[in-house]
């Protein structure tokens, strides 16, 4: 996740630090949230802060389908909405979870219409 309209918060970053010296064991990315309140009144993303807690508007949160590696210094997330999931709403923001329940990264983009007659994945990749 390396753009503007991505972050990886500071929860996750104090997390990341306290691991590496082995004071804590870094709880595992288990659920993504989606929400509708990512975007400006012109639907422009707007950037998340490193200090949110959690999206603008979530929707829905649920667990994650699984992961994989795609580079030796990469995870990728993968969620699936089911037809009925969020049918109808805009899609504009996204975070991962772990599962000591905060937000490690949060993405905003333009909306995603969701329609009821389709499963739609997101996939989020976290890059080191």
Do not use: H, W
Not at 55 to 69: A, H, Q, S
Not at 115 to 124: A, I, K, P
């Amino acid at each position: 996740m390396s753009n503007t309209n991505a972050i990886i918060t500071a929860a996750s970053r104090q997390k990341m630090v306290k691991a590496r010296a082995g004071a804590i064991t870094l709880p595992p990315i288990t659920q993504m949230a989606f929400g509708n309140g990512g975007v400006d009144g012109q639907g422009n993303p707007i950037s998340p802060s490193e200090s949110a807690t959690g999206l603008n508007n979530e929707l829905l949160r649920k667990n994650i389908d699984g992961y994989t590696f795609p580079t030796t210094t990469s995870c990728r997330y993968t969620c699936t909405l089911s037809e009925l999931e969020l049918a109808g709403q805009n899609i504009n923001e996204v975070g991962l979870i772990d599962s000591a329940g905060d937000f490690v990264a949060i993405k905003t983009m333009t909306n995603k219409g969701k329609d009821s007659d389709l499963e739609m994945t997101f996939t989020v990749d976290d890059i080191f």
